[in-house]
Structure formats: structure tokens, C-alpha cells
């Protein structure tokens, strides 16, 4: 069983960043892959990027130069540094984990989620 939390959402004004934090519960943190999902409102979740086992990662093509994912197996800690935020990044982001070194871009593929933590970008 594997507890994710997240931190570091909140409103932000177009062009902002933020550094989403999400820390796992995980006893074997490091061989899990480790993914950040949003949803908007009244939309699916989407896929955002996802850093494997390795280090090695993949992201949506809309946020490929503005997002940068990174763990930190020491702490237990997956990153999700977002930059030239847009408003319609605005959504509920989630982060999720998998045990093993695929980097899916689906959701149903991730077993463990969090909470999620709430980005707003305003224009």
C-alpha cells in the first residue's frame, strides 16, 4: 500500500510558476514510477508527465519546455515544476504511482493516487 500527498498548488497569475510536491508513503519508493495527472472541470484526467524508476522521463507534448518532473528517492518526493503557467493549466493535479518502470500516460495503468492539490492560473 502506497499514500501519496500532495502540496504546492494555488493561484497564480499567468506567465507564474509553481513547484508541485508530491511525497509517497512507499517503503521501496524508488521502484515505483511516478506520474502528475490533472483535471479541469468537467474534463477527464489528463496526463501531464512521468518519471521512471531510472530517472528517465515523458511528458504531454502541450507542456514539453514549461514542465520539468524530477524525484528525489531520498526524500520520497516527486517534483512537478511548472513555468509560463496558461490559464487553462488551471485544474486539479494529482499525482500517481505505479510498480513497475513503465511511463504510461494512462490513468488507469497507475494504481496508487493522491489527493490532489488545486493549481489556478489566472489571467
Known amino acids: 500500500q502506497v499514500q501519496l500527498v500532495e502540496s504546492g498548488g494555488g493561484l497564480v497569475q499567468a506567465g507564474g510558476s509553481l513547484r508541485l510536491s508530491c511525497i509517497a508513503s512507499a517503503r521501496t519508493f524508488t521502484s515505483y514510477t511516478m506520474g502528475w495527472f490533472h483535471q479541469a472541470p468537467g474534463k477527464e484526467r489528463e496526463f501531464v508527465a512521468a518519471i521512471g524508476r531510472s530517472g528517465s522521463t515523458y511528458y504531454r507534448d502541450s507542456v514539453k519546455g514549461r514542465a520539468t518532473i524530477s524525484r528525489d528517492n531520498a526524500k520520497n518526493t516527486v517534483y512537478l515544476q511548472m513555468n509560463s503557467l496558461k490559464p487553462e493549466d488551471t485544474a486539479v493535479y494529482y499525482c500517481?504511482?505505479?510498480?513497475?518502470?513503465?511511463?504510461?500516460?494512462?490513468?488507469?495503468?497507475?494504481?496508487?493516487w493522491g489527493q490532489g492539490t488545486q493549481v489556478t492560473v489566472s489571467s
Open positions: 500517481a504511482a505505479r510498480s513497475d518502470s513503465y511511463l504510461s500516460s494512462l490513468a488507469n495503468q497507475y494504481r496508487y
